[in-house]
């Protein structure tokens, strides 16, 4: 009986602190001397349903040269657009904070 209650315990925790977002968009932008690249997610409701709000993710790349001899500085974290403030290593991290400062998930 304790070994059922401790997996019924993990099973509701994880479902509780489980992060779910619908990506609408991603896209990579930039030629030249400098990349980009943007997400935008909607978040969804402690009910699993998809939100009408949305958070815009952004990273980018300063580059410099032509062609073959074209160099990148090397993607630099991800960042909200809310608070740009905040860095983030990945952007499901990233997606994850913004909906939950918006009270969803």
Not at 41 to 56: L, R, Y
Not at 62 to 90: A, F, H, I, M, V
């Amino acid at each position: 009986m304790k070994k059922i209650l401790t997996i019924f315990t993990l099973f509701i925790f994880s479902i509780c602190t489980a992060n779910a977002y619908q990506v609408i968009s991603s896209k990579e932008l930039g030629k030249n001397d400098a990349r980009n690249q943007n997400i935008v997610v909607k978040c969804t409701t402690d009910t699993g349903k998809v939100s009408n709000q949305t958070c815009s993710l952004r990273r980018y790349a300063k580059c410099t040269g032509q062609g073959t001899g074209r160099k990148c500085s090397g993607w630099q974290p991800w960042r909200d657009l809310r608070s740009p403030s905040n860095e983030y290593s990945d952007w499901k991290a990233a997606a994850s904070a913004c909906c939950r400062a918006k009270g969803l998930r």
